[in-house]
């Protein structure tokens, strides 16, 4: 499952071949700024609350410039991580901040210079 956010979160399941043509449109997709990560993180929770996902992978992909998620969504992901689900980030040309403290684990990614690092 993708879940896309630039302006606003979408969720792409992609459970059969048949959908792994949204794969090939993610990638090809132009993302702009105006991240709502609150949206983002709400799409994120109703997805593993949906299909009730246990021990389930969250990659975040971003420059991580937007707010961390309010204490209502953080009491959330709470719930989902007592349920053995992680929650990762790259961070492509921007800086981590204060998502260091949040996430599980969390890699730095500049495209412009090439230079990758892991947390310290």
Known sequence: MLITYSVRAK???????????????????RFCGGTDGEDMFSKVIYALQ??????????????????LPSPSTTEQIDKERAKGTKFYGLCINGGIGDYKNFLDDHWNLDVETSVYTAKF
Request: no cysteine; aromatic share 16%.
């Open 11 to 29: 969720i792409l399941e992609i459970h059969k071949p048949s959908q792994f043509h949204k794969i090939k449109e993610f990638f090809n997709a």
């Open 50 to 67: 949906v299909k009730d996902y246990e021990m389930a992978d969250v990659l975040v992909i971003s420059d991580f410039k937007f707010s």
